[in-house]
């Protein structure tokens, strides 16, 4: 069983940055492919972006790339997504997920776990 804790979330004015952070425990976590979702007041759960364990490579959703950096520690048990120019779009509940498929890292389904999240608010 793995737990995430997801970390770094809160209030942050259009265009400034916020750097999110998922601690997990219980697990071996070099070999987990980790992402992170956001889900929006009355939206569904949409991607933000993996890395995968087998490659180290990472995916993004078209709309984000560019602005949003995930990254890893495998020493730390720890995998992070910076957000530089925020936008007030972006507001929502962000989730830290693990899974150990490295396919299809785009659907929330592949996952195994998922943390309780983490609120980022962007005001205009």
């Known amino acids: 069983q793995v737990q995430l804790v997801e970390s770094g979330g809160g209030l942050v004015q259009a265009g400034g940055s916020l750097r999110l952070s998922c601690t997990a425990s219980?697990?071996?976590?070099?070999?987990?492919?980790m992402g992170w979702f956001r889900q929006a007041p009355g939206k569904e759960r949409e991607f933000a972006a993996a890395?995968?364990?087998?490659?180290?490579?990472?995916v993004y959703a078209d709309s984000l790339r560019g602005r949003f950096t995930i990254s890893r520690d495998n020493a730390k048990n720890q995998v992070y997504l910076e957000m530089n120019s925020l936008k007030p779009e972006d507001t929502a509940v962000y989730y830290c997920?693990?899974?150990?498929?490295?396919?299809?890292?785009?659907?929330?389904?592949?996952?195994?776990?998922w943390g309780q999240g983490t609120q980022v608010t962007v005001s205009s």
């Open positions: 219980g697990g071996t976590f070099s070999r987990l492919t």
């Open positions: 890395i995968i364990w087998t490659s180290g490579r990472a």
């Open positions: 997920a693990a899974a150990y498929s490295g396919y299809d890292v785009a659907r929330p389904s592949k996952y195994n776990y």
